[in-house]
């Protein structure tokens, strides 16, 4: 059975701490996504990876960063957490090079900020 | 970014009643899907439908796509209350270096035993 795996499902951090997210995916996927989603909003891009190394933005980067020093980890990044960041956050992963395929998603960290 | 919009944001109906959910979309694409959130959980794929097809049907789900609207619709058969979820649409563009999904707002489902 095909995983992505999120570190945590809940976590309540304080203002100004640096927040880790992880991913962890088990189906060789070249692809990596870290969405974030809030009601009424859906789900917005922050982040996605391509291949080891590589990272490119997506529509809110902004108070984030990311890290892939390994193909089957994302990382996702809150430098210096505020409570604005409060938020559901969904990693996933899909192939790149085969067409037509779905994403695979991780079962979400519901982050707090206080 | 192109986005999916799902219309009705919020659908209630009772079991073994047929829900009908929209999505419209702005740009070319190459597939689109759909996808199911139980509440508090991640995105679940349900069916995708290529540019190229009209309908698809998966047991209960019927997809349509209109590519010249920029449309899809997905309908749910004799619904069941363990069908009570969030739906999403995603479109899929080959853009740039990697293959992102759009997702839009979504439609809550509810159905009532």
């Known amino acids: 059975d095909v995983k992505v795996t999120q570190s945590s499902r809940y976590l309540v951090k304080r203002t100004g701490e640096k927040v880790f997210l992880e991913c962890v995916q088990d189906m060789d996927h070249e692809n990596m996504f870290w969405y974030r989603q809030d009601p009424g909003l859906g789900l917005r891009l922050i982040y996605f990876?391509?291949?080891?190394?590589?990272?490119e933005k997506g529509d809110i980067p902004e108070g984030y960063s990311v890290s892939r020093e390994k193909k089957e980890r994302f990382s996702l990044i809150l430098e210096s957490a505020s409570t604005n960041q409060t938020s559901m956050y969904l990693c996933?992963?899909?192939?790149?090079?085969?067409?037509?395929?779905?994403?695979?998603f991780g079962q979400g960290t519901r982050l707090t900020v206080v | 970014s192109q986005q999916g919009e799902e219309d009705p944001q919020a659908l209630s109906i009772q079991e073994g009643e047929n829900a009908t959910m929209n999505c419209s979309y702005k740009t070319s694409i190459n597939n689109l899907q759909w996808y199911r959130q139980n509440s508090g959980r991640g995105l679940v794929h349900l069916i995708l439908?290529?540019?190229?097809?009209r309908e698809k049907h998966s047991g209960r789900l019927r997809v349509t796509l209109d590519t010249s609207k920029k449309s899809s619709s997905l309908l749910i058969t004799a619904s069941r209350a363990a069908d009570t979820a969030s739906y999403f649409c995603a479109t899929d563009a080959y853009e740039g270096s990697a293959r992102q999904l759009t997702f839009g707002s979504g439609t809550q489902l509810t159905v009532l035993p």
């Open positions: 996933a992963s899909r192939s790149y090079y085969r067409m037509n395929t779905e994403a695979f």
């Open positions: 990876s391509y291949d080891v190394k590589m990272k």
């Open positions: 439908i290529r540019s190229n097809e």
